[in-house]
């Protein structure tokens, strides 16, 4: 069974950075997308930012283009997500997801419609 382990968030100031990690216990195939979804306080869920693990494409919502910055590291099954410039409305808890994103090329590239694996979270609060 495919684990996920977030961690790196905390309690930071407005315009400052985290970066968060989610390390991946198992083997995950190349057809899996690695994604960042975040949860609101009494909101719903959104999708930050994904990975795909054929070819590295990436996408962002729009509210975290050109701050935030998703990678990876395949020797340590790891996944991060670089916040930068971050506000108080990141506020959130961070989860990371496995799910299979269809797509020709790196345009079309989103993040999966469905996930089959989730971490358990970790909590990023951005304070003004």
């Known amino acids: 069974q495919l684990q996920l382990v977030e961690s790196g968030g905390g309690l930071v100031q407005s315009g400052g950075s985290l970066r968060l990690s989610c390390a991946a216990s198992g083997y995950i195939a190349d057809y899996y997308s690695i994604g960042w979804v975040r949860q609101f306080p009494g909101k719903g869920r959104e999708d930050v930012s994904c990975?795909?693990?054929?070819?590295?494409?990436?996408t962002y919502v729009d509210s975290v283009q050109g701050r935030f910055t998703i990678s990876r590291d395949d020797a340590k099954n790891t996944v991060y997500l670089q916040m930068d410039s971050l506000k108080p409305e990141d506020t959130a808890n961070y989860y990371c997801a496995v799910g299979r994103s269809y797509y020709s090329n790196a345009y079309d590239y989103t993040c999966p419609k469905q996930y089959d694996y989730w971490g358990r979270g970790t909590q990023v609060i951005v304070s003004s």
């Open positions: 990975i795909s693990l054929r070819d590295s494409s990436t």
